[in-house]
């Protein structure tokens, strides 16, 4: 029984990674997951709401974004190969898929779908919050999830933040583990679920835990298609982003990778 909770667990941070991306994706942050634009990061890894790059740009620091320090990169020849993989699979599936859904399913539903899995993340948000002390944070997301949940339709609806003005946190583990010092480590880009580190990586693990499907006796068939309803929904609301930002790119591997670790830079200087 354990052993099966911890495998769920570990799958589930699939669903947590959007990955898009960096997510996520572009993935907010599966089917195949490309590596993320740098405009969806903002959007997406915060959260995934659309609200979260108002709230970051809020904080101010998306204007005073800062040449990061390069992050190790020892797996480089490994993570480059999974960046093509990622990128075909974007070409050659998830692109094509995300195209007929945009044409037979209306944005306003798509941004509907988008706020139901965000609200999903709500209890990793408010327990990372917690974990670094800031117990306002952590009230305002456990009162968002209850108010979305309910009066929001089970999170269809972001009623917590279009009618009370409670904005989300857009907190994780990883950025719990930076808090207390961690390091980023080294560059991994996975396979489907694209760039991360090491420390990220750990945090999205932790993350999975305190996802709510966790707590559902449902199939792999139910949990392998909620992931990719989640990301073919995510692609089709951001179609053109990643193709922006890697064809205008000299190296699309290293602006990727670059991009994300400035993305991870800003929330953990804002915390």
Do not use: C
């Not at 991306?21 to 907010?28: D, E, H, R, T, Y």
């Not at 903002?42 to 979260?52: C, L, M």
């Not at 800062?66 to 992050?71: I, T």
């Not at 990220?200 to 909620?226: E, F, N, Q």
């Amino acid at each position: 029984m354990k052993r099966n909770f911890a495998i769920r667990a570990g799958f589930i941070l699939v669903l947590l990674f959007m990955a898009d991306p960096v997510l996520a994706g572009s993935a907010q942050d599966t089917g195949a997951a490309p590596e993320p634009a740098a405009s969806s990061l903002v959007a997406e890894e915060a959260g995934g709401s659309g609200s979260g790059s108002e709230a970051l740009q809020e904080d101010g620091w998306e204007d005073e974004w800062e040449p990061a320090v390069p992050l190790a990169d020892p797996l480089e020849p490994i993570n480059r190969f999974f960046f093509h993989f990622n990128d075909k699979l974007y070409y050659w599936v998830l692109k094509p898929v995300a195209r007929v859904y945009s044409t037979i399913i209306a944005e306003d539903f798509q941004v509907v779908v988008r706020n139901f899995f965000d609200n999903l993340r709500t209890p990793a948000r408010a327990v990372s919050s917690l974990l670094q002390g800031n117990v306002q944070d952590s009230s305002v997301e456990v009162a968002r999830f209850a108010l979305n949940s309910t009066v929001g339709i089970i999170g269809f609806g972001d009623f917590a933040s279009d009618v009370m003005g409670l904005r989300s946190s857009y907190e994780d583990l990883g950025q719990t583990l930076a808090y207390y010092g961690a390091g980023g480590g080294f560059y991994i880009n996975w396979p489907f679920l694209g760039p991360s580190n090491f420390r990220d990586s750990l945090g999205m693990l932790g993350d999975a835990y305190l996802h709510p499907v966790i707590l559902l006796d449902a199939g792999w068939d139910v949990t392998i298609g909620a992931w990719t309803f989640e990301k073919v929904n995510y692609t089709a609301l951001t179609l053109g982003d990643y193709e922006l930002f890697t064809e205008t790119a000299l190296d699309p591997y290293t602006a990727v990778k670059d991009a994300y670790q400035q993305f991870r830079n800003g929330l953990i200087k804002n915390q």
